[in-house]
Structure formats: C-alpha cells, structure tokens
C-alpha cells in the first residue's frame, strides 16, 4: 500500500526565517512523483514544486526548494525566507497514486 | 485565466437532497478527479475519469455518482446527501495519469449538508 506521512501538524516559523516541513512516503513503485502544495484558508489547492523519483537534482522553485533523500523516502520541504503570505496548509501528495498526506499548518509570525 | 472551473463555489442543500456540482476544464487534460475534503483533512480521492474510463475508489460511497459527458465537463452528483457529506469538493486534471501528472485543481465547491 502506499503511504504519505506528515508528521508535524503545526508549525510556527518567524517572518524572514527558513523553515522545513518534513515529509515521508512508502512505495514499492520504482517510477513516482512527489508533488507539495499549499492550500490557503480559502481553500484552492496551490501548486508549489515536484520532484521525479529519478531527478537527480533536488527541484527548487524561487522560495522552494524540495529535499529528496530517496534511500530514506523523504521528501521535504524547504521554505525559505518565510512570508506573513505562507500561512496556509501544506500538502505532501504522491500523485501517482493520487494519496495525499494529512498536511501540516504553518504559521508564519511577524 | 482560470483553466479548471468549479461551480458552484458555494452550496448549501438539506438532508436526502440530491446535489450535483460542476467541473469544467479549459487544459485538454484527459484525466479528471474528484476530491472530497472534509474539516483539517487531507483530501481524498473519490473517483476519477481517464478520458471516458471510470475509476471508482474501492471505499467511495454509492451515493456518489459521477458523470463526464465530453472531455471539458465532469459532474458530481451526490443522491441522497447525508450530514456527513458537509465537506469541500475538489475537482483537479492532469494531462496523463503517472508519475509526472502534475494536478491542477479548481478553487472548490463547499458544500454544506443541513
């Protein structure tokens, strides 16, 4: 079975810090993809950066930057350089099998 | 411009009244989905078209339908809603399922079942 885990449920970052919402997978599949994110309190489901199982490169994306440790099965967020805007829920999704993780709320604190 | 629109964005029905929400896409994408997201969860997959190809997930009560008469529509048609069934419905396309199938989703329907 596949499986997205999120551990964090909340976190709280200061405005201008970086932070990292971690998240792990489990799949025998040896092609996938990683996808994160953000889902504001409106509620629209926001695109922020995908990683390919055999990207050799870590994907970044302006503030974003995903670090993929695939003998571990991470798959972690990076948000640099935090925003009062990056308050939201954020998702870990493996979207070849459609599973999403249970999400982590950030807080980002003036 | 909004490739995936979700209508309508906001719905309120009673109990055991049937509801359908709309999905239209502007992408070409061959495949649609329908999400369910219910308070601080994530959301969950209930089915999804692969071009005409129906994919029911094996947990997804009968009581949701869906419906995608031409490549740019898909519709959810919920019979006999319960209280249960108060949730956020998301709709989202990717051009290919797989690995790279980036979803694009719609801004949602929130429906409130009285």
């Known amino acids: 079975a596949q499986k997205i885990t999120q551990t964090q449920p909340g976190m709280f970052v200061q405005e201008k810090e970086a932070v990292t919402l971690d998240c792990t997978y489990d799949?025998?599949?040896?092609?996938?993809?990683l996808f994160w994110y953000k889902q504001p309190s409106s509620g629209e489901m926001i695109f922020l950066i995908y990683?390919?199982?055999?990207?050799?490169q870590n994907a970044t994306e302006g503030r974003y930057s995903l670090n993929f440790q695939k003998a571990r099965k991470s798959a972690n967020l990076v948000i640099s350089a935090s925003q009062l805007g990056d308050s939201a829920m954020y998702f870990c999704?493996?979207?070849?099998?459609?599973?999403f993780g249970t999400g982590t709320s950030l807080t980002v604190i003036p | 411009d909004a490739m995936v629109i979700q209508n309508p964005r906001y719905q309120v029905t009673q109990f055991g009244k049937p509801v359908t929400l709309s999905c239209s896409q502007t992408?070409?994408?061959?495949?649609m989905y329908w999400y369910q997201q219910k308070s601080s969860q994530a959301p969950k997959l209930l089915f999804h078209?692969?071009?005409?190809?129906?994919?029911n997930e094996a947990d997804t009560p009968d009581n949701f339908q869906s419906r995608r008469p031409n490549t740019s529509f898909c519709f959810l048609d919920i019979r006999s809603p319960g209280l249960g069934d108060t949730a956020m419905y998301l709709c989202?396309?990717?051009?290919?399922?797989?690995?790279?199938?980036?979803?694009?989703f719609g801004e949602g329907s929130r429906l409130t079942v009285l």
């Open positions: 078209y692969y071009d005409k190809d129906f994919n």
């Open positions: 999704a493996m979207v070849n099998q459609f599973y």
């Open positions: 799949t025998s599949d040896q092609s996938y993809g």
């Open positions: 990683q390919g199982s055999y990207d050799e």
């Open positions: 992408l070409n994408h061959n495949v």
């Open positions: 989202a396309t990717s051009l290919h399922r797989g690995a790279t199938g980036e979803l694009f």
